[in-house]
């Protein structure tokens, strides 16, 4: 489908494209069938070199592929966002490049125009690196509660043998005390 020259979906694009430096996250602006119409640098970052140079016209879930952890298969912000007639926005989204690269994002879409929608625009925060220093520092702190709770077995455990140690030491001085009485009355 060809867009008109002055159709709503090229003004669109045109405003986007106007204030696209308030822009910190990625964002792609498709055509209702996901074909890649407009980007932002950031966007073209994800990519490499040689697909992000060819991503114009193309369908977007050729070279992303989004899955919502616990559902099977692809997921499409585009067809929920045109589906749901509104925006739609996805946290803790796995998406892979083409050619292997993972990602965790927040994805956010939302319709162009209404009645009918000329166009998505999709915007992508890419929060890998937060995501691997959350893991990380989730596995850090199990492995201060695994070390407080081996250091707290150890404490008990001592704690034990010192109770031991002190009951022994007790009978020994009684015996003592006794023995001493014995050696007085002698």
């Given at each position: 489908?060809?867009?008109?020259?002055?159709?709503?979906?090229?003004?669109?694009?045109?405003?986007?494209?106007?204030?696209?430096?308030?822009?910190?996250?990625?964002?792609?602006?498709?055509?209702?069938?996901?074909?890649?119409?407009?980007?932002?640098?950031?966007?073209?970052?994800?990519?490499?070199?040689?697909?992000?140079?060819?991503?114009?016209?193309?369908?977007?879930?050729?070279?992303?592929?989004?899955?919502l952890p616990?559902?099977?298969?692809?997921?499409?912000?585009?067809?929920?966002?045109?589906?749901?007639?509104?925006?739609?926005?996805?946290?803790?989204?796995?998406?892979?490049?083409?050619?292997?690269?993972?990602?965790?994002?927040?994805?956010?879409?939302?319709?162009?125009?209404?009645?009918?929608?000329?166009?998505?625009?999709v915007v992508?925060?890419?929060?890998?690196?937060?995501?691997?220093?959350?893991?990380?520092?989730?596995?850090?702190?199990?492995?201060?509660?695994?070390?407080?709770?081996?250091?707290?077995?150890?404490?008990?455990?001592?704690?034990?043998?010192?109770?031991?140690?002190?009951?022994?030491?007790?009978?020994?001085?009684?015996?003592?005390?006794?023995?001493?009485?014995?050696?007085?009355?002698?």
């Open positions: 489908m060809t867009e008109a020259p002055d159709s709503p979906l090229d003004r669109w694009v045109e405003a986007i494209q106007n204030v696209q430096g308030a822009f910190l996250d990625a964002y792609v602006i498709v055509d209702t069938e996901g074909r890649v119409l407009a980007f932002n640098r950031p966007f073209y970052a994800l990519f490499p070199r040689r697909i992000a140079r060819n991503l114009t016209a193309e369908p977007l879930a050729r070279h992303l592929v989004l899955e616990g559902t099977e298969g692809r997921f499409d912000p585009v067809a929920e966002c045109i589906e749901r007639s509104g925006p739609v926005r996805f946290d803790e989204v796995e998406g892979s490049i083409e050619g292997g690269r993972a990602l965790q994002l927040i994805v956010a879409a939302s319709p162009l125009g209404a009645d009918p929608i000329a166009g998505v625009m992508l925060r890419d929060v890998t690196d937060e995501a691997q220093v959350q893991v990380k520092y989730k596995q850090m702190l199990q492995e201060e509660a695994d070390a407080k709770a081996q250091l707290e077995d150890v404490l008990r455990s001592r704690t034990q043998e010192l109770l031991q140690a002190t009951d022994k030491l007790n009978v020994i001085q009684a015996e003592l005390t006794q023995f001493r009485k014995g050696l007085l009355l002698s």
